[in-house]
């Protein structure tokens, strides 16, 4: 899962042109439709870079030196304010340029700008189902730390001014944070009793330890030491420069201290009412239409929820029988035969040191062997470092969903894979360990996003731009296409490939489960670790997302089998003509997409081929 909001995911790069629309016109019109198409992204350029002005953590991301000493404004007032002005960029983009003088390339780019308004104006009605500190994922306390820790990069003294100055800056974010949430209370919207407890420990770790009391660094600390360190390590800095840096810092971050106390106090307040039980959608005010928003922003299809219910429990069905195949290959019975048989042999131990060290290890040297075999399949490659570490301790749960992080564009921060390594090995399972790293690494989301900040050609906003079935429909088709790639060594690791699809098709069930049909935490944990084959740690981390994230997982398996149905039909359609290096580049070469968009530039592609 790529580190994004439920409204964004990510993915593009090298806006390879999907279809040589230019080259199929007569020469006589190709000059003008290039003329059209470089305005359009003039234009476009221009406005990014204004929105890009007004989020100095996108300026961050995207490895920009701009506002590197300031936080993203999360106001309601910033958020009109964006709002307002996509309103008019659309606007102006609408009456300066005529669509159907543009190429097919460029018209999609006009499409997508014209969608983000669309899509901003449907979160922004529904604002208040998701303030700040609810989601499992994405709290606030936990999202700020980590921003700090691993995509402010500190490359020069002046970048640890900058997050000395963040850091100062976090504050003012938290006490917005606190007053947005009680504003959302009020409306009728209360975080869950699990997540409002989640905080509260989130929040002492984070100001436990130096230089907040006597105890070990703590985590932001650990951080400007390192980063420091490295500074002085370098001969960036003098040992003197790097104590002056250390003091400001340290001095920044006890001023945080106050600001997470007032979040515990909110918190502990809120935590004797605090819903529990039934906690989805329905229990909110005009919940329904919410949700029905969310399956919109995250599948970008008109499905209802019933329907996404229904094609999980079809491919519930359709996976289990091809799980029950691959155990009578292996001379068992069925599925449940080889489970016991597999538990038996690889009973579940706690994490140790020595454990985690060892699953580190192994997942990283899985993200490399992978990379060797993508030359077969892929005519853009990644080229940046990547690595597969650990999830930070103010966030890590026992049973948390593995997630990922794309490079920054000059590939100084490197691509990540962040993995949660608490409880015990039954979740994350290390037999499960080389399908994980295929959907987190290569070929799923770091290399998507290494692909997509190279991009050079088209409008730049198409970097950032990014919809959840789109990223995570690929993340998952990388595990089905990492068995044709060799990736799997034996029949076992492809029986836990379609265990993970297993969980993927069961997310469908449970997360219209939750919010459309009624369910409680317990019965959606119980149907996950029955027939989504989770185990209770990760069952229970996992309903406690969807609860939180509404509709952000059906993104995965309605994305996979979109493409690949697009797949098909492109075999069927070209026959000896199809070729899976140019496929694979098409998808991923021309930027997260509406699976709409995506088709017809999958369609086009095969009239262009044909």
Same mark, same amino acid.
């Given at each position: 899962?790529?580190?994004?909001?439920?409204?964004?995911?990510?993915?593009?790069?090298?806006?390879?042109?999907?279809?040589?629309?230019?080259?199929?016109?007569?020469?006589?019109?190709?000059?003008?439709?290039?003329?059209?198409?470089?305005?359009?992204?003039?234009?476009?350029?221009?406005?990014?870079?204004?929105?890009?002005?007004?989020?100095?953590?996108?300026?961050?991301?995207?490895?920009?030196?701009?506002?590197?000493?300031?936080?993203?404004?999360? #106001?309601?007032?910033?958020?009109?304010?964006?709002?307002?002005?996509?309103?008019? #960029?659309?606007?102006?983009?609408?009456?300066?340029?005529? %669509?159907?003088?543009?190429?097919?390339?460029?018209?999609?780019?006009?499409?997508?700008?014209?969608?983000?308004?669309?899509?901003?104006?449907? #979160?922004?009605?529904?604002?208040?189902?998701?303030?700040?500190?609810?989601?499992?994922?994405?709290?606030?306390?936990?999202?700020?730390?980590?921003?700090?820790?691993?995509?402010?990069?500190?490359?020069?003294? #002046?970048?640890?001014?900058?997050?000395?100055?963040?850091?100062?800056?976090?504050?003012?974010?938290?006490?917005?944070?606190?007053?947005?949430?009680?504003?959302?209370?009020?409306?009728?919207?209360?975080?869950?009793?699990?997540?409002?407890?989640?905080?509260?420990?989130?929040?002492?770790?984070?100001?436990?330890?130096?230089?907040?009391?006597?105890?070990?660094?703590?985590?932001?600390?650990?951080?400007?030491?390192?980063?420091?360190?490295?500074?002085?390590?370098?001969? !960036?800095?003098?040992?003197?420069?790097?104590?002056?840096?250390?003091?400001?810092?340290?001095?920044?971050?006890?001023?945080?201290?106050?600001?997470?106390?007032?979040?515990?106090?909110?918190?502990?307040?809120?935590?004797?009412?605090?819903?529990?039980?039934?906690?989805?959608?329905?229990?909110?005010?005009?919940?329904?239409?919410?949700?029905?928003?969310?399956?919109?922003?995250?599948?970008?299809?008109?499905?209802?929820?019933?329907?996404?219910?229904?094609?999980?429990?079809?491919?519930?069905?359709?996976?289990?029988?091809?799980?029950?195949?691959?155990?009578?290959?292996?001379?068992?019975?069925?599925?449940?035969?080889?489970?016991?048989?597999?538990?038996?042999?690889?009973?579940?131990?706690?994490?140790?040191?020595?454990?985690?060290?060892?699953?580190?290890?192994?997942?990283?040297?899985?993200?490399?062997?992978?990379?060797?075999?993508?030359?077969?399949?892929?005519?853009?490659?990644?080229?940046?470092?990547?690595?597969?570490?650990?999830?930070?301790?103010?966030?890590?749960?026992?049973?948390?969903?593995?997630?990922?992080?794309?490079?920054?564009?000059?590939?100084?921060?490197?691509?990540?894979?962040?993995?949660?390594?608490?409880?015990?090995?039954?979740?994350?399972?290390?037999?499960?360990?080389?399908?994980?790293?295929?959907?987190?690494?290569?070929?799923?989301?770091?290399?998507?996003?290494?692909?997509?900040?190279?991009?050079?050609?088209?409008?730049?906003?198409?970097?950032?731009?990014?919809?959840?079935?789109?990223?995570?429909?690929?993340?998952?088709?990388?595990?089905?296409?990492?068995?044709?790639?060799?990736?799997?060594?034996?029949?076992?690791?492809?029986?836990?490939?379609?265990?993970?699809?297993?969980?993927?098709?069961?997310?469908?069930?449970?997360?219209?489960?939750?919010?459309?049909?009624?369910?409680?935490?317990?019965?959606?944990?119980?149907?996950?670790?029955?027939?989504?084959?989770?185990?209770?740690?990760?069952? %229970?981390?996992?309903? %406690?997302?969807?609860?939180?994230?509404?509709?952000?997982?059906?993104?995965?398996?309605?994305?996979?089998?979109?493409?690949?149905?697009?797949?098909? !039909?492109?075999?069927?359609?070209?026959?000896?003509?199809?070729?899976?290096?140019?496929?694979?580049?098409?998808?991923?070469?021309?930027?997260?997409?509406?699976?709409?968009?995506?088709?017809?530039?999958?369609?086009?592609?095969?009239?262009?081929?044909?």
């Amino acid at each position: 899962m790529l580190k994004s909001s439920w409204l964004c995911a990510a993915a593009a790069f090298a806006f390879v042109s999907p279809v040589p629309a230019i080259a199929m016109q007569a020469a006589p019109a190709a000059a003008p439709a290039a003329t059209e198409d470089a305005r359009l992204y003039a234009f476009l350029d221009q406005e990014y870079a204004q929105e890009v002005a007004d989020r100095p953590q996108l300026a961050t991301r995207l490895g920009m030196k701009e506002g590197k000493d300031k936080l993203d404004d999360i #106001s309601d007032a910033a958020e009109l304010r964006r709002l307002e002005w996509r309103r008019g #960029s659309v606007a102006r983009m609408k009456a300066q340029f005529d %669509r159907a003088k543009l190429s097919a390339d460029a018209q999609v780019n006009y499409d997508i700008w014209a969608l983000q308004l669309d899509r901003a104006e449907l #979160s922004y009605k529904y604002r208040q189902y998701s303030p700040p500190f609810y989601s499992f994922l994405y709290s606030v306390h936990a999202r700020l730390p980590d921003f700090m820790i691993n995509t402010h990069n500190v490359q020069d003294a #002046s970048d640890m001014q900058a997050y000395s100055a963040r850091l100062r800056a976090m504050p003012a974010v938290l006490d917005e944070a606190i007053a947005q949430t009680r504003a959302s209370e009020a409306f009728g919207v209360r975080a869950p009793k699990f997540q409002v407890e989640r905080v509260i420990a989130g929040s002492r770790a984070i100001i436990t330890g130096a230089p907040f009391d006597n105890g070990p660094a703590s985590p932001l600390w650990a951080d400007a030491e390192a980063k420091t360190g490295k500074l002085k390590a370098a001969g !960036k800095i003098t040992p003197a420069e790097a104590e002056t840096l250390l003091a400001d810092t340290r001095a920044a971050l006890l001023t945080i201290k106050p600001a997470y106390e007032r979040v515990i106090s909110w918190a502990e307040a809120a935590l004797p009412t605090a819903p529990g039980g039934k906690v989805g959608a329905l229990t909110l005010p005009n919940g329904a239409a919410w949700y029905a928003a969310a399956l919109k922003l995250n599948t970008t299809t008109d499905l209802t929820a019933e329907q996404i219910h229904q094609i999980g429990l079809k491919e519930v069905g359709r996976i289990e029988g091809e799980q029950d195949a691959l155990a009578k290959q292996a001379g068992f019975k069925d599925r449940i035969a080889y489970y016991a048989d597999r538990e038996r042999r690889n009973p579940p131990r706690p994490w140790t040191d020595e454990l985690r060290a060892e699953y580190l290890r192994n997942a990283n040297a899985a993200i490399a062997r992978n990379r060797t075999l993508l030359p077969k399949f892929f005519g853009v490659l990644p080229e940046h470092k990547m690595e597969v570490v650990r999830e930070p301790s103010f966030s890590e749960v026992a049973g948390g969903a593995a997630h990922a992080a794309g490079p920054s564009p000059d590939g100084a921060r490197p691509g990540r894979v962040y993995v949660h390594l608490l409880g015990d090995t039954s979740d994350p399972a290390p037999d499960a360990l080389v399908d994980l790293m295929c959907h987190e690494g290569v070929p799923g989301h770091v290399m998507q996003g290494d692909i997509q900040v190279r991009q050079t050609a088209g409008p730049k906003f198409r970097k950032t731009t990014g919809y959840v079935a789109f990223s995570e429909g690929w993340g998952l088709y990388s595990e089905a296409l990492c068995k044709e790639m060799g990736a799997f060594p034996d029949l076992a690791s492809d029986f836990m490939r379609l265990e993970a699809e297993l969980f993927r098709a069961a997310r469908l069930v449970v997360d219209t489960g939750i919010h459309a049909k009624g369910w409680t935490e317990d019965q959606a944990v119980d149907y996950m670790v029955k027939s989504g084959r989770a185990s209770p740690d990760q069952a %229970r981390a996992e309903v %406690r997302r969807y609860i939180t994230l509404p509709g952000q997982a059906t993104g995965y398996k309605i994305g996979m089998l979109k493409i690949m149905e697009l797949r098909r !039909k492109a075999e069927s359609a070209l026959g000896p003509k199809f070729d899976i290096k140019g496929f694979h580049d098409l998808l991923i070469g021309s930027g997260s997409l509406p699976l709409s968009i995506l088709e017809r530039q999958v369609d086009a592609w095969i009239a262009a081929r044909k």
